[in-house]
């Protein structure tokens, strides 16, 4: 079974300044999905970004990329320029590309992201 | 506007008393699942289903059932709500079949057992 651990329960950071929350994954196929979820005060679960394994290049949506190390299993996530709309809980989630038509998402715990001005 | 929808949002109830949270979406996707959210825990699935009339186990299935007569229904029962069930519930839906297809979360429902 894959596994998801997020080793940081909270994070600091000031507006405007850059932060990276981490996530590794315990997986033994080859062929897989990796997601960031945001999720603010209002409990909505907000897709942040999403990397195919099988693509070597890092994913980018504006403020927000990641640090995709496949062999080092390693999916972080960094926020440049940070706002105080981003602070909430995030968390990194796996999903295998193993088999047809299942979309089950394993989870980490989360990081709960905390903006100061 | 493409969205999955929880009823209720909020409940309070005591224990053994049947409910049901239900689960509605609108893009008429064939795969559903039901998680629950607990403080230090993350997020996990309950159960799932990938189309009409079939479903299966997640990783805490025990408590809980679901049915899927329809493909755009997917409801949550708890036969005999115990206090330990106190949670943060989330229906999500997806399309099935390989690719990064995002799952569309509801607003999720907050389930407080005495």
């Known amino acids: 079974a894959q596994t998801v651990t997020q080793s940081q329960p909270e994070m600091s950071v000031q507006e405007a300044e850059t932060v990276t929350l981490s996530c590794t994954y315990d997986?033994?196929?080859?062929?897989?999905?990796l997601f960031w979820y945001k999720q603010p005060p209002s409990r909505q679960m907000i897709l942040v970004i999403r990397?195919?394994?099988?693509?070597?290049q890092n994913a980018t949506e504006n403020r927000f990329s990641v640090n995709f190390q496949k062999a080092a299993k390693s999916f972080s996530l960094k926020i440049s320029d940070s706002q105080l709309g981003d602070a909430a809980m995030y968390f990194c989630?796996?999903?295998?590309?193993?088999?047809?038509?299942?979309?089950?998402?394993?989870f980490g715990k989360g990081t709960m992201l905390l903006v100061s001005p | 506007e493409a969205q999955v929808t929880q009823n209720p949002r909020y409940l309070i109830t005591v224990t053994g008393k049947k409910l049901t949270v239900t689960c509605s979406q609108n893009?008429?996707?064939?795969?559903m699942s039901w998680y629950r959210q607990d403080p230090g825990l993350g997020l996990r699935q309950i159960y799932y289903?990938?189309?009409?009339?079939?479903?299966d186990k997640g990783d805490v299935p025990e408590g809980y059932k679901v049915s899927r007569k329809e493909k755009r229904n997917f409801p949550l029962i708890l036969e005999s709500p115990s206090p330990n069930q106190t949670s943060l519930y989330f229906c999500?839906?997806?399309?099935?079949?390989?690719?990064?297809?995002?799952?569309?979360f509801g607003p999720g429902t907050r389930l407080t057992v005495t």
């Open positions: 999500a839906s997806s399309r099935p079949g390989q690719g990064s297809y995002e799952q569309y």
């Open positions: 997986t033994s196929e080859s062929d897989y999905y």
């Open positions: 990397q195919e394994a099988y693509k070597q």
């Open positions: 989630a796996y999903r295998s590309a193993m088999n047809s038509g299942y979309s089950t998402l394993t």
């Open positions: 893009m008429n996707h064939e795969y």
């Open positions: 289903s990938m189309n009409v009339e079939v479903t």
